[in-house]
């Protein structure tokens, strides 16, 4: 069965990966965050940043009464406005996977811990560091691991070095599992989906 020509120009530009503005900006901010709590607060507002684009990509049209309903569910105070309830609705929709929003979801989890007043968090802390080998794409770009014991039985500086490398390979495998995360949000298939 053939396509018409409307019908192909509907699914070619539902299949368009969506335009994030300014990724490179937010890449930007996480490979430079000065410690892990800072890290994980940069992750979040690019996830967020990337599905909030995802959604306005569905759902704003230009009729005026879809826009005047829709625009309010999807502000901050709106309830679509958290960023865990619009992966939730993306995931029940089926334009993202269950590997993308369980990432999501351990991204969030990630950013409350380091949002959590007075209390500090370390790229060497064992929930960590569990809970990002348990991110999917974490996992498929550059697996994190961390010896305690290792740690352990180094001397003070040997200590700190392996410390700061340690560090610096989790930071960028942040960095890389975040890019991919973007990549793989903003090239979701909305095309089953009305228009």
């Not at 990509?57 to 309903?69: E, L, Q």
């Not at 500090?120 to 697996?143: G, R």
């Not at 700061?164 to 991919?180: D, G």
């Amino acid at each position: 069965m053939r396509n018409t020509r409307a019908e192909s120009a509907m699914l070619s530009k539902a299949i368009e990966p969506i335009d994030l503005p300014n990724e490179a900006e937010l890449l930007e901010v996480i490979s430079t965050a000065e410690d892990a709590s800072a890290v994980f607060l940069a992750a979040y507002h690019a996830l967020d940043d990337t599905i909030g684009v995802l959604m306005q990509t569905i759902f704003y049209k230009d009729d005026y009464a879809v826009k005047f309903v829709v625009d309010p569910l999807l502000k901050n105070q709106g309830p679509l406005g958290d960023v865990m309830v619009r992966s939730k609705l993306l995931y029940g929709l089926g334009v993202i996977n269950r590997e993308i929003y369980e990432d999501v979801e351990r991204f969030v989890t990630l950013k409350e811990w380091a949002d959590t007043p007075h209390s500090s968090i370390y790229f060497t802390d064992p929930d960590v560091i569990e809970e990002l080998q348990k991110v999917n794409v974490v996992q498929s770009v550059m697996p994190i691991d961390y010896d305690q014991q290792a740690a352990n039985s180094l001397p003070e500086e040997m200590l700190t070095m392996f410390t700061e490398r340690h560090n610096q390979k989790v930071q960028s495998s942040i960095v890389l599992a975040i890019a991919e995360l973007v990549r793989q949000i903003c090239h979701c298939d909305t095309s089953f989906l009305p228009s």
